[in-house]
């Protein structure tokens, strides 16, 4: 499901780019800054907020 919404959001993000008429290398670069913001915010996430894995939560 996530990477349903991820593919989705990232096709309006390039939809909207060419429209504005951004060329190729510019929305590739982007592209790749939103994709490092994630990251960044996965390791602060994982390391500060919430460490498990919310699909291996055992419920009582």
């Known amino acids: 499901m996530f990477a349903v ?3 989705i959001g990232l096709a ?3 939809n909207r780019q060419t429209e504005k008429d951004m060329a190729d290398r510019d929305i590739k ?3 790749r ?3 490092y913001f994630l990251l960044l ?3 602060i996430h994982g390391t ?3 460490g ?3 699909l ?3 419920q009582k």
């Open 33 to 35: 800054r939103r994709g």
């Open 29 to 31: 670069k982007l592209i």
């Open 5 to 7: 919404l991820f593919r």
């Open 12 to 14: 309006i993000v390039v």
């Open 56 to 58: 291996r939560t055992v």
């Open 52 to 54: 498990g894995e919310i």
């Open 48 to 50: 500060f907020v919430y």
């Open 41 to 43: 915010f996965k390791v």
